[in-house]
């Protein structure tokens, strides 16, 4: 029984392993394919990855509901979304930088504080979740700006996009994260505790609230926003 659980484990492992390498093979070649000195270029994607090995590692930490911690969330997400806001619609069109910024948050955010397999399929689903969103999220932008999405895109066109970016991109990147790691590990199939999920989407609100605030400052709202 214990050998039939670790080879399905180690299956899963492998599984989304591979496809993570193969989306951060993909991102990589899209990113390296943007213009240098655009909003939406290869230099602004640059200033973004400093920030996000800057804030990768401030946390908060996923448990389940018998107290073992499984994932961590880190508030360098708010840089992710900014980059999918930022690359996922025309022209760059590609989530391709985004989903580069999560495989780092994934990564930094749990290396030396869990262990081997959670800090790989961490950063493997954080790829996964981020590209899957970040698509979505260029399909309703582009929708609701009526085909013209691009640069200077008003705030009130990308809000629903966004808010659905932010609920299906939790779902993903937190619950999901936490079920898959337990089928990983072998573990018993145990939900977040209440209190990671009250800290966990407080987090994510604050990061897409974040990455609206940014998106403001570059598109003329000036230092305030930023700030």
Known sequence: MTVTKDWRSN???????????VLFC????????????????????VVLLILTLAASRFTVSITTSIGVNRSRKSVADAFVFLAIILYAIPPAETAGPATLLAAIVGFVSTYGLSSYRESIASTAIAIISTFFSASCYGILATLFA????????PINVFLV?????????YFLSTLATVHILNLVDGRPRVLPSQESLVWTLTTQVAGAAA???????????GLPSMI
């Open 161 to 169: 996009p966004l808010c659905v970016l932010a609920v299906l991109h």
């Open 146 to 153: 009526h085909g013209e999405a691009g640069p200077g895109l």
């Open 11 to 21: 299956l899963l492992l492998i599984g989304i392993s591979t496809l993570g390498v």
């Open 211 to 221: 990455a609206v605030l940014f998106y403001a400052a570059i598109e003329g709202a």
């Open 26 to 45: 993909s991102a990589l070649l899209a990113t390296a394919r943007l213009p240098l000195l655009t909003s939406a270029g290869l230099l602004a994607w």
